[in-house]
């Protein structure tokens, strides 16, 4: 009867311990603190310093991108500069203090593709 109470025991107290240590996990999948408080500085409308290129729609009746949030078609201008061409992962934007080239994955540059070696067939095994 001891025995079984012991072992009663621990098994609530390890159940207790898993419990405890499943409260302290983090859901990934929820919002970073103070995410939807409303306050004074984050209702101020403030331009971004740097542009950034999000995406390119190209289909045969229009070129668009989006930058900074703000759809934006050939001509169209954003902090002094006009967007003067629309690639495909790329946009170039020309304005007074010069050329600038926004990149959907800046950190990303394209290489040729290299062609993979033909497998050589072996004779008698096929």
Do not use: H, W
């Amino acid at each position: 009867m001891r025995v079984m109470t012991l072992l009663t025991a621990g098994l609530t107290l390890a159940l207790f311990c898993l419990t405890s240590a499943a409260q302290r996990l983090r859901d990934p999948t929820r919002p970073p603190p103070g995410a939807f408080a409303a306050t004074k500085a984050t209702t101020k409308s403030v331009a971004p310093k740097t542009m950034t290129l999000q995406t390119v729609l190209i289909s045969p009746q229009r070129r668009t991108a989006v930058i900074n949030g703000k759809v934006m078609s050939l001509g169209d201008t954003i902090d002094g500069y006009r967007l003067a061409e629309i690639r495909e992962s790329e946009v170039v934007m020309k304005g007074s203090k010069g050329t600038r080239t926004l990149r959907l994955y800046p950190g990303v540059s394209k290489a040729a593709a290299t062609q993979a070696a033909k497998p050589e067939k072996t004779k008698g095994r096929e």
